[in-house]
């Protein structure tokens, strides 16, 4: 995807008249200074339906204050834009010093605070600075200084790891008589949106999984009258999507398990001869679903009395 990052540089650039993908717009630096058209910027990024980003440049001071005031310029766009740290030597005197440590505690401030995880802007030579703290990388680099549109494979390209690069700072685009800053991310929409915290549809837009019950569950409550009887039973069944047959031959099957008498009635059968003798006693037995071993055993305790 194709897009541009703005400051208040470009105040007054009508955003319609730019074609691009994504629009990262600078909020804050340090702890007291707001772009003053970063709302503005914003808002008109959302509404033409691009795909915003915010960024906050440090000044490598406190960390929680910066966070802080970055969090609360931006608030009401939390959820629908990707959060990014610009991390450059200007106006920053922790640049080259303490790179990571400032980088992943402020990056792990924001993402405790808002579930988001920030993306870290930063110059390519000072890429391995940052890398550690294992957050998705912004990176800058340019070839020269030569005025360009969006290229297809900017310079360098493929030759590092990145989420999004800045390859142009002279970018000249149809709409704006101005510098730009021109960039290409390396993701689809779907997933700038995953990296922005932006919700799916919620359960109110969809139908909510009714949860079926088990067809011995069901079964119990046949045999219990509540599904009514023949074609009546079959009809509700299949409406409520229960595969008749599968219900019957569970309900057959928990009919039989209701007659099955204990080991010592089956016993007292066999020594009354009801079940024969032999190998035909021993397969009605098996046959009815009980262990002739086990009545067995159970009528010569019985016989011994």
Known sequence: MNGIDISAHQDGINLS????????VKATEGSDYFNRCFNDHANKTLKLSRLLGMY?????????KEADFF??????????????LDWEADNNPRFGRDD????????NYIYRKTG???FIYIQKSMMNRVKSAGYPLWIAQ??????????KTPWNEGSYDCIIRQYSSHGRLNGYNGNLDLNKAYISKATWQ????????TSSTTKPTIKKKSIATIAKEVLAGKWGNGDVRKSRLTKAGYNYEKVQAEVNKQVKASHVKSTD?????????KWGNGEERKTKLKKAGYDPEKIQKRVNELMAR
């Open 17 to 24: 008249k730019v074609a691009c993908d994504f629009i990262i």
């Open 56 to 64: 906050h440049y440090a000044n490598g001071g406190d960390v929680k």
């Open 71 to 84: 969090l609360d310029k931006i608030k009401k766009f939390i959820g629908k834009g990707i959060i990014a």
């Open 100 to 107: 990571t440590e400032w980088c992943e505690a402020w990056c």
């Open 116 to 118: 988001i995880k920030p």
């Open 142 to 151: 340019y070839a020269d200084d030569n005025d360009t549109g969006f290229q």
């Open 194 to 201: 995953k990296y922005a915290g932006v919700k799916t549809a």
């Open 265 to 273: 009635e089956i016993a007292r059968e066999v020594i009354a001869g």
